[in-house]
C-alpha cells in the first residue's frame, strides 16, 4: 500500500524505530544497506524515500525492488526525510525492517569446528558493526553480544557492518558467565584477548572450535573474566604503543585463525 508524504504515522513510526523505541523493528538508512536487506529477504515493513533519490536511474530501479516487498512506501521530500535521518548528510532512503531472530536459537547449527567471535560490553556502535563485518569476511561462523554490548541492530551498528549483521547469526543478550558454560558444554575453547598474555596469538592453534572473546574498549576484560576463559593471548606491538582499537585487534586475530583453518584444508 502506498500512502502520501502528508501521513506522519508513519515517520512518526520511523522515528521511534531509530531511537529504539520500538524493539521489533530496526532502521536501515541508505541506498546500499535497504539493497543488502532486501537481498538478505529481511521482511520490510516500511520504505521512505526522496523524491530527489527517485529520480535517479539506479536508485528507482532498487526502490521498485523495495517497495514491491515493503508493506507500506512512501516519497517525501528532502526535508521530511532529513526529519527522520540518522546521519548528518541523509542518504535519501529509510527502511523499516523486521529485527532479525537475535535469541540463543540461531546458534544451533553452527556445524563443525565453528570460529565465534564474543563482543563482551563493547558499548561503541562503530566498533560493533565493524567486528561484524570482519566476522563475516574472515569466516566466522557466528558473533555474540554480551548484555550491555551495543545493539548490534542499531542504526550505527548496522552501517558499520554494512550488511554483515543480516547474514551473519548473532546472539544478543547473553551474560559473560552464560557464554562460557555454553561454550563448554559444546567443547569449544574460549581464547581471550588481552595485552598482558605472555601467550603470542600465532602460538595459538585456530583449527579447532574456538570462541575468540574481546573486551569493553577501555578497560578490557577483567582479572575474572580472563581467569574464567580456557586462554589467553596477546598481539606483539612495536613503540610506545599499549593498545589497539578493539575492531582492529578483533580482525587481526579472526583472520589469523582463518589462515590456519585455510592452511588446513
Known sequence: ???????NSLLRQARAVRDGKTKD??????LRLCEEAFRSTLPLES?????????????AAVIEQLA?????????SEKL???????????????????????????SNLGDRPLLVVMHQINNPVNVGAIIRTAEA????????TLNTSDPFSPKALRGAMGSAF????????????????????????????????????????????????????I?????????ADQCVRIPMKGSVESLNVSVATGILLFEAARQRQKQK
Open 68 to 76: 514491491g516487498v515493503a508493506t507500506r512506501a512512501a516519497s517525501v
Open 220 to 228: 578490557g576484560l577483567s582479572p575474572t573474566e580472563i581467569e574464567t
Open 138 to 145: 574472515a569466516g566466522a561462523s557466528a558473533a555474540i553480544a
Open 25 to 30: 523493528l530496526i532502521f536501515v538508512e541508505g
Open 47 to 59: 520504505i521512505i524515500y526522496s523524491k530527489k533519490l527517485a529520480k535517479k536511474e539506479r536508485a
Open 167 to 218: 547474514r551473519l547469526p548473532i546472539w544478543v543478550g547473553a551474560t559473560y558467565e552464560g557464554i562460557i558454560s555454553w561454550c563448554r558444554n559444546r567443547k569449544i575453547e574460549t581464547v581471550c584477548a588481552d595485552a598482558d598474555s605472555e601467550l603470542s596469538f600465532t602460538d595459538v592453534d585456530w583449527t579447532p572450535s574456538r570462541a575468540l572473546i574481546v573486551g569493553p574498549e577501555s
Open 1 to 7: 500500500m502506498h500512502i502520501t508524504s502528508r501521513d
Open 81 to 107: 526525510l532529513e526529519s527522520i535521518s540518522y546521519t548528518k548528510t541523509p542518504q535519501g532512503i529509510v527502511a523499516l525492517a523486521e529485527r532479525p531472530a537475535s535469541g540463543e536459537a540461531v546458534l
